[in-house]
């Protein structure tokens, strides 16, 4: 198992930046890839960023491409979310997520969630 834990979250005017954070615990020699979705009232969970763990490598949501950057710690296993700019329809949970399956594409199944950090953003 890996346990994932997201901090960050708050309330910010639109315009404004926040940084999450989410460290990983347990087996996290099993990561081969970390991801950032959020999910808004009434709406699907979405995509946001993802980064592969021994490369870095990064792939972004067309949301939020350019305005978020995603970065990660290898020796502290934690990932960050520097989100600037941020919009009123930025307001959603924000949840962490690991994938352990070597070769997986981006979007294939995530098997590790945290339990999501509050993001609102005021208009």
């Known amino acids: 198992q890996v346990q994932l834990v997201e901090s960050g979250g708050g309330l910010v005017q639109a315009g404004g930046s926040l940084r999450l954070s989410c460290a990983a615990s347990?087996?996290?020699?099993?990561?081969?890839?970390m991801a950032w979705f959020r999910q808004a009232p009434g709406k699907e969970r979405e995509f946001v960023a993802a980064i592969r763990w021994s490369s870095g490598s990064t792939l972004y949501g067309d949301s939020v491409k350019d305005r978020f950057t995603m970065s990660r710690d290898t020796a502290k296993f934690t990932i960050y979310l520097q989100m600037n700019s941020l919009k009123p329809e930025d307001t959603a949970v924000y949840y962490c997520a690991v994938q352990k399956t070597f070769g997986s594409s981006w979007f294939d199944r995530y098997d590790y969630w945290g339990q999501g950090t509050q993001v609102t953003v005021s208009s």
């Open positions: 347990g087996r996290t020699f099993v990561i081969y890839r």
